[in-house]
């Protein structure tokens, strides 16, 4: 089993700055793509950012030159660093990765959200 740890959410008022961690532990050979995902109240899961295992990164229209996403391959951890924040930006955070078991398996797991609230 792999388990995915989230942490760094909370509040912050408008324009401020958060920054998650995502920590992947168990049975990992190796981990590809690690991304950060966001669901706000009433609506659906959205992309934020994503990172290769090599460091090509993409990112939602809305987070682009206020997010950076970045990753510690040696650690099995994933980052995003969050400026200017907005209220829109209000949203359970969660991890994703896409896993490579020791069995060659690839399988993709997420983490259980940490919640960042922006106030205005």
């Known amino acids: 089993q792999v388990q995915l740890v989230e942490s760094g959410g909370g509040l912050v008022q408008a324009g401020g700055s958060l920054r998650l961690s995502c920590a992947a532990s168990g049975r990992i050979f190796s981990i590809n793509t690690m991304g950060w995902y966001r669901q706000a109240p009433g609506k659906q899961r959205e992309l934020v950012a994503t990172?290769?295992?090599?460091?090509?990164?993409h990112y939602a229209d809305s987070v682009k030159g206020r997010f950076t996403i970045f990753r510690d391959n040696a650690k099995n951890t994933v980052y995003l660093q969050m400026n200017s924040l907005k209220p829109e930006d209000t949203a359970v955070y969660y991890c994703?990765?896409?896993?490579?078991?020791?069995?060659?398996?690839?399988?993709?797991?997420w983490g259980k959200g940490t919640l960042v609230t922006v106030s205005s």
């Open positions: 990172i290769t295992s090599g460091g090509s990164t």
């Open positions: 994703n990765a896409e896993v490579m078991t020791p069995e060659y398996y690839v399988m993709d797991y």
